[in-house]
């Protein structure tokens, strides 16, 4: 239902800090200046449909945008829908069903390695360097990182 090219585009979340998400999208290409989106989503089966509580706007004061606070991540199907109006029409949903750790929709920003530790002897030329993987919201297992070191001679 509603006018063709009025649903959101784009729809992308980033999870950062372990437990922090935003959501956001383009307004659809048929979108006038008062059309207005609402997001709800439900983290898990388990969990009731609640609508987002933090929006982000655009210059138009249309909803373009989500913030979401202590969000936990558990392999968990999540379901978002963005709805809307204009002028009292009603326009084009746009819903998505996702596994939140395997899906692209969903990124996470993962916050630098815990606890690095550097010891260098200057009678082999060497450096043992140590670290504890990020903290991250889904990920269990610190082998499915891979890291890069750099190292700069100053």
Not at 48 to 54: A, G, L
Not at 108 to 129: G, Y
């Amino acid at each position: 239902a509603g006018m063709n090219g009025t649903a959101i585009e784009n729809f992308v979340c980033v999870i950062f800090n372990v437990s922090f998400m935003n959501c956001t999208w383009q307004v659809g290409r048929a979108a006038t200046e008062d059309t207005q989106y609402f997001l709800y989503w439900r983290p898990s089966k388990k969990e009731d449909v609640t609508e987002c509580q933090n929006y982000i706007k655009d210059s138009c004061g249309r909803h373009t945008g989500c913030r979401f606070q202590n969000v936990t991540i558990e392999n968990k199907n999540a379901y978002f829908l963005v709805n809307g109006s204009r002028s009292g029409q009603n326009i084009q949903s746009y819903e998505e069903k996702i596994l939140l750790v395997s899906n692209y929709i969903i990124v996470e920003k993962l916050t630098p390695p815990l606890n690095v530790t550097v010891n260098c002897t200057e009678a082999s030329h060497r450096c043992s360097i140590w670290w504890q993987p990020p903290r991250t919201s889904h990920v269990k297992k610190s082998s499915c990182f891979k890291y890069e070191i750099v190292i700069e001679n100053k």
